[in-house]
């Protein structure tokens, strides 16, 4: 069966300092994957997704960026954290677009 | 433009009863999927159950099921013998362009023992 791993499960940092958040996926091969963005009492909010190794589309601009170094794993970071970046982090993975989408445990991330 | 709307921001059911959130969407494809997700106090995405509207039957999942409507774009969410476990966020989810869930704001519900 598919496993879909995310950590940290919390972080707090510091305004300026830079992040790195880490998926990773079990079980299957050549996911769909994607990162999203949910505000405190709010929807969520794609922020990137990839399609395969190296293939990364971005929806919102913003001061996060995504990579994509191996088939099952989706790192999202930032060289300089924002007040604004504070919020929960999901990654997603899926077989196909616009199916079913699973989702990781997410990442709480406070920028103080 | 594609949206979802789920107008009910709160709702509260007595543990065995039988509670119904709302959900309505605009779209102008014609073979898609619409999701209901759960998100508990853990704050994780758990799919609840999947309809796929080319499908006219319901879809069920043990004590969760679907009211489809296609023509009115509406898809409604009933949760039957709800228990103290399904006190949770539930998102309505729809597919939009080719890459991207659109989640709508969501439904609060609270199971009360």
């Known amino acids: 069966s598919q496993t879909i791993h995310q950590w940290p499960a919390t972080l707090v940092q510091p305004v300026g300092s830079p992040l790195s958040l880490e998926c990773t996926v079990e079980?299957?091969?050549?996911?769909?994957l994607y990162w999203y963005r949910q505000a405190a009492g709010r929807g969520l909010q794609l922020l990137f997704y990839?399609?395969?190794?190296?293939?990364i589309s971005s929806e919102v601009p913003q001061n996060l960026s995504a990579s994509r170094p191996q088939d099952r794993q989706f790192i999202l970071s930032s060289k300089k954290l924002l007040l604004s970046d504070s919020g929960f982090y999901l990654c997603?993975?899926?077989?196909?677009?616009?199916?079913?989408?699973?989702f990781g445990p997410g990442t709480r991330l406070l920028v103080l | 433009a594609q949206t979802v709307t789920q107008s009910q921001p709160e709702m509260s059911v007595q543990e065995a009863e039988t509670v119904t959130l709302s959900c309505t969407y605009d779209?102008?494809?014609?073979?898609?999927?619409l999701f209901w997700y759960k998100q508990p106090p853990s704050r994780q995405m758990i799919l609840v159950i999947r309809?796929?509207?080319?499908?006219?039957q319901n879809a069920t999942e043990n004590r969760f099921s679907v009211n489809f409507q296609k023509a009115a774009k509406s898809f409604s969410l009933k949760i039957s013998d709800s228990q103290l476990g399904d006190t949770a966020m539930y998102f309505c989810?729809?597919?939009?362009?080719?890459?991207?869930?659109?989640f709508g704001t969501g439904t609060r519900l609270t199971v009360i023992p």
């Open positions: 309809q796929e509207a080319y499908k006219q």
């Open positions: 079980g299957t091969s050549n996911p769909n």
């Open positions: 990839s399609v395969g190794i190296g293939q």
């Open positions: 779209t102008s494809e014609n073979n898609y999927y």
């Open positions: 989810a729809f597919p939009t362009g080719a890459n991207n869930l659109f």
């Open positions: 997603a993975w899926s077989v196909l677009f616009q199916e079913t989408q699973y």
